[in-house]
C-alpha cells in the first residue's frame, strides 16, 4: 500500500513548531491534537459511506453518509497524544490500546498490555503511534490488531524514519501509511533524525 506524506500548509506549520525543541509541553500536546485531526481526515478517506437522504428546511436531498465504522488503537504511551481528536471525529469510534516497550539498546518492542476489541473485525481501522521510527513496534502492533480480525489498517503517525517505512512495508504490505513527515534517518540510539526527540517525553514533560 502507498506511504501518504501530508502535504498541507497548515501540517508543515503545526509540525515545525512540535520539532521545536522550546515547545513547552502544554503546546506540544495541542499542536499533536490539531495535527492528528489533519491527518486522521487524510487516513479516514476510504471509510465506506452510502447514500442517504434528508430533509431540509426546503426540500428532500441526496446525502452521503457514512457507513462503516471506524476503530483507533494507540500504542502506548506516546499513541495517546492522538486518540483524543479521533473520539471527537468519530464519537462511534471503538478504542483499543496495546502496550509496546522497546528495549533500550536493542530496539526490539515487547507487549506488556493488549485490548482490542473484537468489533476491529469490518471497522475501517487506525493504528496510531506517532513516531514510525524502526517500524518494530508498528509491525508488532499491526500483527495483534489483524489476530482480532481487522482487515482493512492504515498505520497513522506525525514522522516516519524510511527504515520504519520500509519494515512496516515489507511485514505488512496491506497496511496504508499516513505521515506528516519521512524524515532523514535513524540515529544510533534509535532516534528519528531531525525528529523531535522523544514524543512521550515532551507530550507529558518528562525529564
Ligand atoms: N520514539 C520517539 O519518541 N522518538 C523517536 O525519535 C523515535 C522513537
Known amino acids: 500500500m502507498p506511504l501518504q506524506v501530508l502535504d498541507h500548509p497548515l501540517a508543515s506549520h503545526l509540525l515545525a513548531s512540535l520539532r521545536d525543541e522550546r515547545t513547552p509541553p502544554q503546546e506540544f500536546r495541542q499542536l499533536a491534537r490539531r495535527l492528528t485531526t489533519l491527518l486522521v481526515l487524510q487516513a479516514t478517506y476510504g471509510i465506506r459511506t452510502r447514500i442517504d437522504r434528508v430533509t431540509t428546511p426546503l426540500c428532500e436531498t441526496e446525502a452521503r453518509v457514512l457507513d462503516q465504522g471506524l476503530a483507533v488503537v494507540p500504542v502506548l504511551r506516546a499513541g495517546l497524544g492522538m486518540l ?33 476489541p473484537q468489533s476491529v473485525e469490518g471497522r475501517f481501522t487506525l493504528c496510531v503511534d506517532p513516531m514510525l521510527a524502526t517500524g518494530g513496534s508498528a509491525a508488532q502492533a499491526i500483527s495483534l490488531i489483524k489476530a482480532h480480525g481487522a482487515s482493512q489498517i492504515t498505520m497513522v ?51
Open 84 to 116: 483524543e481528536p479521533i473520539v471527537d471525529l468519530f464519537p462511534d469510534v471503538a478504542v483499543g490500546y496495546i502496550g509496546l516497550e522497546r528495549h533500550e539498546e536493542t530496539a526490539v518492542a515487547r507487549s506488556y498490555y493488549s485490548k482490542v
Open 157 to 207: 503517525s506525525i514522522v516516519s524514519a524510511p527504515e520504519g517505512v520500509e519494515k512496516l512495508q515489507q511485514a505488512h504490505p496491506d497496511v496504508a501509511i499516513v505521515t506528516a513527515a519521512l524524515d532523514e534517518k535513524l540515529n544510533d540510539r534509535h532516534y528519528i533524525v531531525p525528529g523531535l526527540g522523544d514524543f512521550g517525553d515532551r507530550l507529558y514533560g518528562t525529564p
